[in-house]
Structure formats: C-alpha cells, structure tokens
C-alpha cells in the first residue's frame, strides 16, 4: 500500500503561479518513478509531468516551459512547480507513483485558475 499527501492546490488568477508537492510513504521496496496527472472535467487524466525510472523529467507539450517537476524517487517525493498558469490548466491534479508495475494514485488537490 502507498499512502500520499498531496498540498497546494488552489484558486489563482492566469498568469499567477503555483506549487503543488507530495510525499508519499509505505511498505515499498523501490519506486519506478513518480509525477502529476491532471483530470479536467468531461476529460480522461493525463499526465502533465514525471520522473521516468531513470529520474529523466518529461512533460506533456502544453506545460513544457512553465511547469518544473522537482523531487526525487528514492526519496518518494514529487513537486510541481506551475507558473504563467492559464484557464484551460484547471483540473484536479493527482500525484503518481508507479511501483512494481501498478500505479498508485494521491486523492487530488483542485487547481482552479479564474480571472
């Protein structure tokens, strides 16, 4: 079992900026990676940025330039670092961590961004 805690999530204007950060802990052996995926409304989750098993970064295309995934695996924890934040980022975001082939997933913290 993986257990999370998620914080950071919020209201903010567009163009404001934002961090979210997790930690997760458990009876794990070893962490193939950990991320942030986002679930909108209407729409299925999708990633928005992880650590690969190797702790190579990737982003989806639409954050590449203003979201920085920072954490580490071995330390089981993962923090996105949003900015130039605009409308369509609204969504819950959940923290991810793929251990031994399953995905494990934090409850979601909600990311509103209004004018």
């Known amino acids: 079992q993986v257990y999370f805690v998620e914080s950071g999530g919020g209201l903010v204007k567009p163009g404001d900026a934002l961090t979210l950060s997790c930690t997760a802990s458990g009876s794990i052996s070893s962490i193939n990676g950990m991320g942030w995926y986002r679930q909108a409304p209407g729409k299925q989750r999708e990633v928005v940025a992880r650590f690969t098993s190797k702790g190579t970064p990737f982003y989806r295309d639409s954050v590449r330039g203003r979201f920085t995934i920072s954490g580490d695996n071995a330390r089981m924890t993962v923090d996105l670092h949003m900015n130039i934040l605009k409308p369509e980022d609204t969504a819950v975001y959940y923290c991810?961590?793929?251990?031994?082939?399953?995905?494990?997933w934090g409850q979601g913290t909600q990311v509103t961004v209004s004018a």
């Open positions: 991810n961590a793929y251990v031994e082939n399953t995905d494990y």
